[in-house]
C-alpha cells in the first residue's frame, strides 16, 4: 500500500509543473464539476428542507459526480503535464466530445422536466455517445498503459471516473423516468415556477 501512496503522491506532485494556462484549464474544468456537485446538492437539500421527498435515485446524482469530480482531479494533472503532448492528438479530441455530450445530455435532462419527454430522445443519445466515446477513451489509454506510456495512477483515476460518471447518469435517467418526484416542491421553494 505504501508503494500506491507513493505513486499517488508523485503524480499528484506533478502540479508543481502547472504553468498559468493550466492552472486555467484545471481550475475551469475541475471547477465547473465542483459546481456540479454543490448546485445538485443543494438542490436536494433545499428540496428536502421544503418537504420534498426524493428517490434513492435523486441522490445518486451529486453522489456519482463528487466521485468523477475527485477522479478527473487527479487525473488532469496528469493530463496537463507528463501527458500532455499526448493528448495532443485524437484522445484530446475524444475528452471535447465526451464533456460536450455529456454536459449537453445533463442540460437536456433538465429541460425534459416536466413534460418535455421530447428532450429526453436527444438526452439520451448523447448519454449514450458519452459512453461510447468514454470507452474509445479506455481504449486509448490501455493503449498507452500496455506499451508503457502511461502508469497505474492514471488507469485508476480513469476506472473512478467511469464509476463517477455512470452512477451520476444512472441516477439522473432513473431520477427522469421517475417523474422528478420532489423537484416541483423544491422549485416552488425555490420561487421558480414548475
Known amino acids: 500500500m505504501t508503494r500506491a501512496w507513493a505513486a499517488v503522491r508523485t503524480y499528484v506532485g506533478r502540479i508543481r509543473e502547472f504553468e498559468p494556462v493550466d492552472w486555467a484549464v484545471y481550475l475551469a474544468w475541475v ?3 465542483v459546481l456540479l456537485v454543490a448546485v445538485t446538492a443543494a438542490f436536494l437539500a433545499v428540496g428536502r428542507r421544503a418537504g420534498a421527498v ?22 488532469t494533472i496528469g493530463h496537463r503535464t507528463v501527458y500532455k503532448e499526448v493528448l495532443r492528438g485524437g484522445e484530446a479530441l475524444v475528452h471535447h ?3 460536450v455530450a455529456a454536459a449537453a445530455s445533463c442540460m437536456l435532462l433538465c429541460a425534459a422536466y416536466p413534460h418535455h419527454r421530447l428532450a429526453a430522445v436527444p438526452a439520451a443519445v448523447l448519454t449514450v455517445v458519452s459512453f461510447v466515446y468514454s470507452l474509445a477513451d479506455e481504449i486509448m489509454h490501455w ?4 506499451t508503457r506510456h502511461s502508469d497505474v ?7 473512478f471516473i467511469l464509476i463517477g460518471h455512470g452512477t451520476m447518469m444512472a441516477g439522473w435517467w432513473g431520477f427522469y423516468l421517475l417523474g422528478y418526484p420532489g423537484v416541483g416542491i423544491t422549485l416552488r421553494a425555490l420561487g421558480v415556477s414548475a
Open 31 to 33: 471547477g465547473g464539476m
Open 54 to 75: 426524493f428517490p434513492a435515485e435523486a441522490y445518486l446524482v451529486p453522489l456519482g459526480a463528487a466521485v468523477f469530480t475527485v477522479a478527473i482531479a487527479v487525473d
Open 97 to 99: 466530445i465526451i464533456i
Open 143 to 146: 493503449r498507452r498503459y500496455l
Open 153 to 159: 495512477v492514471e488507469m485508476w483515476s480513469h476506472v
